[in-house]
């Protein structure tokens, strides 16, 4: 049975890819991850914020009336990034010398600032390749949606001249022409598309009356919106697509490669079952692929994608025609 698949250049033992989250910010979980049969490891990311508050004085920081990123907040306190940068390199250089699978470190991003020239750093210590974790949050009532696109185009030329390891994008699905934009990036000789992030998303708490988040953690039933996506994605787009968000179980990713995913990334599921979790989904795959007679991946890669579909229009139904029509 042979799991193996290409993805930005890399050849991995198997499609289970740990996203970047909580887990991937220790040695030792990522040790247990990858003892489980994790085949590459995308590092908790570095704020681009982080990058620049090393950079400039802690005094000048301070002054900022605003962070450029709020939720900066939530992962961090301000005590502890002075030296987070220097923490970051050295988990790169740790991991890439303890553990074999590719390291993909992981940088969230929404500006063209100082912090570019980091990247180059990133390669330096080691890494096997760089995400870019790039969103910014589409609710200036004047911005342009090509305003808001432009910069994630900036960002990318600018890593790009500065890096040679494979560079990908990780994307939200707050575009207005999605397929579009895709296709772009995937033109600008990035090797990858992690479709799609996942975000803190508020809720309100009524005794308190405040805002608090809510779903951290995906669930199995959020699978479908990255399933529609890759879909309908691949096999036309420049890069590799990995998919996230969703995928619980060994299903989860024989739907993502169905869909045409080159891998998936996990990261919600680590949290709710534990590292174990991965050589289960492995053991799934296995199963199935045997039930079904399937020798590789590529025996069945894309096989439900939109564009070797017979209805492709089933891809695009979004609206509830029938269901619901009648009270249950
Ligand atoms: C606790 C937690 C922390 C995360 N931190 C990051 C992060 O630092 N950078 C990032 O790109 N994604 C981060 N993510 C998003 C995940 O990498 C992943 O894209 C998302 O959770 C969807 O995958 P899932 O459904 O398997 O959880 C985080 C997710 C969780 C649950």
């Not at 570095?46 to 005094?59: A, G």
């Not at 900036?154 to 296709?183: D, T």
């Not at 708490?205 to 990255?226: A, E, F, M, Q």
């Amino acid at each position: 049975m042979d799991l193996t698949t290409h993805y930005m250049g890399f050849r991995l033992s198997n499609p289970i890819i740990i996203g970047s989250c909580g887990y991937t910010y220790s040695l030792k979980d990522i040790q247990t991850l990858v003892e489980n049969g994790a085949s590459a490891i995308v590092l908790k990311s570095i704020f681009e914020e982080e990058i620049v508050w090393e950079m400039e004085s802690h005094m000048a920081q301070m002054q900022r009336p605003m962070p450029l990123y709020p939720e900066i907040y939530d992962y961090f306190d301000a005590s502890t990034l002075e030296d987070s940068v220097t923490k970051y390199l050295n988990l790169i250089s740790l991991t890439k010398k303890s553990i074999e699978v590719p390291i993909i470190a992981s940088i969230n991003c929404v500006s063209i600032k100082e912090w570019i020239p980091f990247s180059k750093r990133i390669e330096s210590a080691g890494a096997d390749a760089l995400e870019l974790n790039i969103f910014t949050m589409p609710s200036d009532l004047n911005r342009t949606c090509e305003d808001n696109e432009k910069i994630y185009f900036e960002i990318i030329q600018s890593v790009l001249s500065e890096v040679s390891i494979p560079v990908a994008v990780k994307l939200s699905y707050y575009f207005s022409n999605l397929a579009s934009i895709v296709k772009r990036i995937s033109e600008t000789g990035v090797k990858g598309i992690v479709l799609f992030n996942r975000f803190f998303e508020p809720d309100f708490d009524l005794d308190s009356l405040i805002v608090v988040p809510t779903n951290v953690l995906s669930s199995p039933s959020d699978i479908g919106k990255t399933l529609r996506w890759i879909s309908i994605l691949s096999e036309r787009v420049k890069c590799d697509l990995c998919a996230s968000t969703g995928i619980h179980d060994g299903k989860g990713v024989i739907k993502q490669i169905l869909a045409g995913a080159k891998a998936v990334q996990i990261a919600s599921v680590i949290y709710r079952k534990g590292p174990k979790v991965v050589a289960e989904m492995l053991s799934e795959i296995k199963q199935w692929m045997e039930e079904k007679e399937f020798h590789s991946l590529d025996d069945f890669r894309g096989r439900l994608s939109q564009s070797r579909s017979l209805n492709p229009a089933v891809y695009e139904r979004a609206q509830f025609m029938r269901y619901f029509s009648e009270k249950f």
